[in-house]
Each structure stands twice: as C-alpha cells, then as structure tokens.
C-alpha cells in the first residue's frame, strides 16, 4: 500500500540543482520522492516516465532487538535446553536469522558482560530464521556437564536491518542456570 509521507514545494528558477525541503520519515521501511511539474501558461507538464525511481529511493533500516529466556533454570547433564527468543524491530517483509551460542559449563555464574571471552567453551550453535516481531524458540543443544550456562545471542546486520545488539542472555534469567544435582 502506497502512503503519502508528506508533499512539498520547491520554486525553480532555471536550470540546476535544486534541495527539496525535509520530510520526517515515519519508521523502517522503503521511501522514494516523486516530483511533478504542472504545466503553466510557459511550461509543458512533466511527470516522470517510471516509479519509483531508483535515484528517489531511501532505505530507512529496521533495528532488530532481542531479549531471551531460557527454557530451565536448573537442570540436570543431557538435558535438551532452548532458549525462548523475544525478538522487536524485524521487517516481516526481510527475515533475520539469530545466532545462539550456548556457552558452558562454567564452574561459577560469569559476570555480567558484553560478551563471552576467547577462551570460554562453546557447547554449540543454532540458528533460527525470524519473520517479524514475536516470540520464537531456537533449537534443543545438549547439555554435557554439571556447571553454569550462558546463551549468547546475535543478529547480523543487511540490506533492511541494522546489526542487532548482542545479547548474553544469563542476565535475564533468575535464578540462573545449574546443571547438576540439586544441593
């Protein structure tokens, strides 16, 4: 469906470049100018012969974010754990693809961070392909020894999304994550 941002005016006076004035863009999404002139007593009207034309067209990025949450705070080795992805800013017209990386077993709860270390082990990858806004579940990685675990999360940027930010999702779960024998 084609929607009208807005119309502006611009008086020209001769030849050469002329600066439209500003249109607020109203979200993520696809935006191209179409210029007319109305004929007069002097000039002949114009339209354009296609549209849009590619010169006219902006592309304004949608900006994908995720928040996680874990399906088991404690649980014990082997378990088959997925992590429940809260996803907002996705172009259902573009689909994304979130990266989770479950992280472990770590011998004490890691620190808040931006990120894992170089040397923190990798139980594994997986992704999963997300449409639009809502709720999406990743799939099952095993889990292989008793300790703490952190699912890290992360959206790569395109053509229609700018890079998500990365999310290590331990702090959004409470308690956190144990595999092992209850004390």
Known sequence: MDV???????????????QTPALTLKGPGYY???ETIPGDTYNTPWTPPTFPQTPET???KSSPAVTTVTSAAIATEGTMLTDTLNVTGVNPNHPVTVSSTLYGPYLTLPATSNGPGANDNKVGTV????NGNGQFTTPALKLPGTGFYVWYETIPGD????RG???????HRKPPLLSGPRP
Do not use: I, L, M, N
Request: glycine residues 8%; positive net charge.
């Open 127 to 130: 992704q999963t392909v997300v």
């Open 58 to 60: 902006t592309v304004v």
């Open 32 to 34: 191209v100018w179409y």
């Open 165 to 171: 930010p990365r999310r290590r999702s331990r702090k």
């Open 4 to 18: 009208a941002v807005g119309t502006v005016s611009t008086t020209v006076t001769g030849p050469g470049t002329y």
């Open 159 to 162: 053509e229609y999304h700018t």
